[in-house]
């Protein structure tokens, strides 16, 4: 899988292409390399959430999605290279179910605000959808793992329930939308 960089400037991007895992070179502005980079964003902006105080398993959990983003994102640079599996999408099914049970039933709109470490987890989890849309756009012109796309889906789901925690966590409530009258 890939190379390992024991440089980190390279020069080989200068010209505006870059280097796929398996060898190939494709322009910096490739729907792939948008999905990579889309991806390698959502990883980051879940680091961030981490380096916030969580409620207990929170960090475990989250920690170990980093990594299958990392699958993820090896998985979209190397074409025909499958990692993620039903087995990915199941653990994020399992920890939804986990945090939602404590959570009561969604009756509004709920703002993408509270503590740092709820507005940091509704962040991360609109890049999430921003990820899932850049790879579906490259699997209507190149084959890509199906749970791959479902994965990220369940992800953005997890990341909205567990931004509904951390704001009781941090606040002890969310902040809900009130819609504009009508006149």
């Known amino acids: 899988m890939g190379h390992r960089l024991s440089k980190i400037y390279t020069r080989t991007g200068d010209q505006g292409t870059t280097g796929l895992g398996d060898g190939s070179r494709v322009k910096k502005d490739h729907i792939r390399v948008e999905a990579c980079g889309t991806v390698d ?9 981490r380096a916030h105080t969580l409620p207990a398993g929170a960090d475990e959990q989250l920690g170990a999605i ?3 983003l990392f699958d993820l994102g090896g998985e979209l640079s190397v074409p025909g290279y499958t990692i993620i599996d039903a087995a990915d ?3 994020l099914e399992q920890h939804i179910d986990g945090h939602n049970a404590a959570l009561p039933m ?3 709109f709920i703002l993408p605000a509270g503590g740092h470490a709820t507005a940091h987890c509704h962040l991360a989890r609109t890049v999430c959808r921003r990820a899932e849309r850049r790879v579906y756009t490259l699997s209507k012109s190149e084959t890509i793992n199906p749970h791959s ?11 909205f329930v567990l ?3 951390l704001a009781r966590f941090e606040h ?4 809900l939308w009130r819609p504009k009258p009508k006149p």
């Open 66 to 68: 980093q990594h299958r």
């Open 106 to 108: 969604l009756k509004e």
């Open 89 to 91: 999408v199941t653990a």
């Open 41 to 49: 964003e959502l990883n980051s902006a879940i680091g961030v959430v």
């Open 172 to 175: 002890g409530t969310e902040v």
């Open 149 to 159: 796309l479902t994965y990220l889906n369940r992800l953005s789901d997890l990341l």
């Open 163 to 165: 931004a509904r925690v």
